[in-house]
């Protein structure tokens, strides 16, 4: 299995451009979470899906974020327009049904907002 | 709201020394406890974890201890060795009909050859 792919690894955009983040996660996971990571906040969470369905996204930290699950295999998210303080490594995370407290994280998108 | 706290925040030891790492967690209906290691530049990684109906859990070097009453749990890694070194988060489960986990602050672990 080749574990949770993330693309792209690197970005750096400048503010107020539209970043989209991609996510697959391990076949026959069916929970998918999205982090992010600072070293001022440490390793937040964002939103998380179950079955492609948005559960909670009460991590979110304002309307320049969005995110989508339109299938099983792919998930998005999107900021639209970008800020210098969104920088930061965004991680997705998936966890099969049986044990859905078992979250395998991807390498991660390093974001820097210029 | 759900928190966990994380101690210590650094960590510098010896090889071949005993490290422990502690978090305390407020929500009691909490029952998955899981440890991630991150090495530098990578994404976390779980290493060991333990549910409310154990209290203690070995694998090797490192084991994983857990007190429900005092709401607190522990990571000791025996015999440290230099690749060790990363940062250590903490996790406990949140319930409620959430199933997601809240993350300590972490520890940034130092193995000195």
């Known amino acids: 299995d080749a574990g949770v792919i993330q693309s792209p690894r690197h970005e750096v955009t400048e503010m107020g451009q539209e970043v989209t983040l991609r996510c697959k996660p391990i076949s026959g996971h069916d929970y998918l979470f999205w982090y992010r990571q600072t070293m001022m906040r440490g390793l937040e969470l964002l939103i998380y899906?179950?079955?492609?369905?948005?559960?909670?996204d009460s991590g979110m930290p304002e309307d320049r974020f969005s995110a989508k699950m339109p299938n099983a295999s792919f998930s998005t998210l999107k900021i639209q327009p970008s800020e210098p303080r969104d920088s930061a490594v965004y991680f997705c995370?998936?966890?099969?049904?049986?044990?859905?407290?078992?979250?395998?994280f991807g390498p991660g998108t390093r974001l820097t907002v210029t | 709201g759900e928190n966990v706290e994380q101690h210590p925040s650094t960590l510098s030891v010896q090889e071949g020394d005993s490290a422990v790492i502690k978090c305390t967690y407020s929500d009691s209906a909490s029952n998955y406890f899981p440890w991630y290691k991150q090495e530098l530049g990578k994404r976390p990684q779980l290493i060991i974890d333990?549910?409310?109906?154990?209290g203690e859990k070995k694998d090797q070097r490192i084991a994983v201890t857990l007190n429900k009453t005092a709401k607190h749990f522990s990571l000791h890694i025996t015999e440290t060795q230099p690749e060790d070194s990363a940062v250590y988060f903490c996790a406990a489960s949140i319930t409620g009909g959430y199933n997601k986990l809240i993350f300590g602050a972490g520890t940034r672990l130092a193995v000195h050859p």
């Open positions: 995370a998936s966890s099969p049904p049986d044990r859905t407290y078992e979250q395998y």
């Open positions: 333990i549910r409310s109906n154990v």
């Open positions: 899906f179950n079955n492609n369905v948005p559960i909670d």
